[in-house]
């Protein structure tokens, strides 16, 4: 586990197919609740940003970035729909937040993760190359 301070939370909305099968009332009445719950989220100061995200773009992998291919796949279960960034003090308070999410009832998912101050990598290889540096 990671013991670095936290600069807050971000939710990441996974599945991008939840709302299917709904009527056009269904989905319209689903929307307004989303977007009232982001509004109220921000007037509260708890959400400092949050967007939808397209459902197809591109994966870039391999050495250098040589790979780049279609995804993530529009009917995917796991792709990331879109995300809200929370200003709020503890994991506890971002899951209760996360647990309002509208699209909770019909299939969607809703990862709460802590962003951090720096990348864990640096504060790794930071005192590394320090101590080598010292020895040189």
């Given at each position: 586990m990671n013991t670095q301070s936290n600069d807050g939370y971000m939710l990441l909305f996974r599945g991008t197919d939840w709302h299917k099968g709904l009527s056009p009332e269904q989905m319209q009445q689903v929307a307004g609740q989303w977007m009232a719950w982001f509004k109220g989220l921000m007037d509260e100061g708890k959400a400092i940003a949050?967007?939808?995200?397209?459902?197809?773009?591109?994966?870039?992998?391999?050495?250098?970035?040589r790979l780049v291919a279609d995804g993530p796949f529009a009917e995917s279960?796991?792709?990331?729909?879109?995300?809200?960034?929370?200003?709020?003090?503890?994991?506890?308070?971002?899951?209760?937040?996360?647990?309002?999410?509208?699209?909770?009832?019909?299939?969607?998912?809703?990862?709460?993760?802590?962003?951090?101050?720096?990348?864990?990598?640096?504060?790794?290889?930071?005192?590394?190359?320090e101590t080598a540096q010292a020895v040189a």
């Open positions: 949050g967007k939808p995200l397209e459902p197809e773009g591109k994966v870039v992998s391999g050495k250098n970035g279960k796991e792709a990331i729909a879109g995300y809200f960034l929370l200003r709020v003090d503890s994991m506890e308070e971002a899951v209760a937040i996360a647990q309002q999410c509208p699209g909770l009832p019909y299939g969607a998912k809703v990862e709460v993760r802590p962003v951090l101050e720096q990348c864990p990598m640096t504060s790794e290889a930071l005192p590394k190359a």
